[in-house]
Each structure stands twice: as structure tokens, then as C-alpha cells.
């Protein structure tokens, strides 16, 4: 059984900055493509960015290159989400996930991915 729960969400003005942090128990993380996705309000589940098993890898949507940056610590078994210059479009309940197959490249379809944290909210205010 994988679990995972998110941290580093809250409240932050146009422009700031977060960092939301995500710990997967078990011992096979370091072989699996980890996301970031996120819900807004009556919005359907959408990625934000993924990254290799080995880090070696990332891809990120188009909505947030050059904001966010995705990050891993396989020692530790945590993947990192750092957002900035963020903006109210970026309010959403964010969530971390694993690729369903293990050593495979990132993907932005969430049906590729099979566990799920609990989420953690962003809300960024104007």
C-alpha cells in the first residue's frame, strides 16, 4: 500500500511564492514518475508538472513553465512543487501521484496515475 499526503499549501498574494512538499510511504518510490496536478473550484483535475523516477526528466504545462519548478529526494521519498511569481488562475487544491507503471516517462493524463494524495490548498489572492 503507497500513501501520500501533501504539505505547503495555504494563502499567499499575487506574486508570491510556495513550496508544496509530498512524502510517499513505501519502498519502490525511487522507481516511479512522480505528478503534480491540481483542482480549481467546478474545473476538472489538471496537470502541473511530472518528474522521472531518477529526476532525470520533468515536464510541466504550459500554464506554469517557467513559474514552478518540480523536484525529488528519492533518500527521502518526497517530491517538491516550488511555485512562483503565482497568480489568482493558480487557486486549486493540489495533489501529488503516482505513475501507475514504474520506470516510465512522465505523462500528463491523470488515468496514468493510480495513487493519490490527499491534496493541499493554494489559494492566492489578488
Known amino acids: 500500500q503507497v500513501t501520500l499526503v501533501e504539505s505547503g499549501g495555504g494563502l499567499v498574494q499575487a506574486g508570491g511564492s510556495l513550496r508544496l512538499s509530498c512524502v510517499a510511504s513505501?519502498?519502490?518510490?525511487?522507481?516511479?514518475?512522480m505528478g503534480w496536478f491540481r483542482q480549481a473550484p467546478g474545473k476538472e483535475r489538471e496537470f502541473v508538472a511530472a518528474i522521472t523516477y531518477n529526476g532525470g526528466s520533468t515536464l510541466y504545462a504550459d500554464s506554469v513553465k517557467g513559474r514552478f519548478t518540480i523536484s525529488r529526494d528519492n533518500a527521502k521519498n518526497t517530491v517538491d512543487l516550488q511555485m512562483n511569481s503565482l497568480n489568482p488562475e493558480d487557486t486549486a487544491v493540489y495533489y501529488c501521484?503516482?505513475?501507475?507503471?514504474?520506470?516510465?516517462?512522465?505523462?500528463?493524463?491523470?488515468?496514468?496515475?493510480?495513487?493519490w494524495g490527499q491534496g493541499t490548498q493554494v489559494t492566492v489572492s489578488s
Open positions: 501521484a503516482r505513475r501507475r507503471s514504474a520506470l516510465s516517462p512522465p505523462q500528463p493524463n491523470p488515468h496514468d496515475y493510480d495513487y
Open positions: 513505501g519502498r519502490s518510490f525511487s522507481v516511479f514518475t
